[in-house]
């Protein structure tokens, strides 16, 4: 499995879009890692500008979008956040965000986040 929790953080040293690109293609492509771990709240930490919630699913979505079969190579498991955002409306709206930003129109596992 890849863990992408810092994956375009505001962290100093969070790896931007390029060089987690390069990660996915030396664990997938290479070696065939095939378990991608994300959630709708990473990076952490984020901002409101250049690096928001949501912005690490759009660097994988962005990755499987640059070769047709990438998304068949791996499992991708994501999360809704936890707390009091749970809730019948947000579960499919979080969803619905979460499969667009990764560019699918399926998950593999769907977690809840805490």
């Not at 996915?24 to 378990?35: M, R």
């Not at 749970?86 to 977690?111: A, H, M, P, W």
């Amino acid at each position: 499995g890849l863990g992408t929790q810092r994956w375009g953080s505001t962290d100093f040293n969070g790896p931007n879009e390029e060089l987690c690109h390069a990660f996915l293609d030396k664990a997938v492509l290479e070696n065939g890692i095939n378990l991608i771990d994300t959630a709708e709240q990473y990076p952490i930490p984020s901002d409101d500008k250049t690096n928001p919630e949501g912005l690490t699913e759009q660097i994988i979505g962005n990755w499987i979008a640059k070769e047709k079969g990438r998304r068949e190579k791996v499992v991708i498991s994501t999360k809704i956040t936890g707390g009091a955002n749970i809730s019948r409306k947000n579960i499919f709206e979080d969803c619905e965000g979460s499969l667009q930003r990764l560019g699918t129109d399926y998950l593999d596992v769907y977690l809840l986040h805490w």
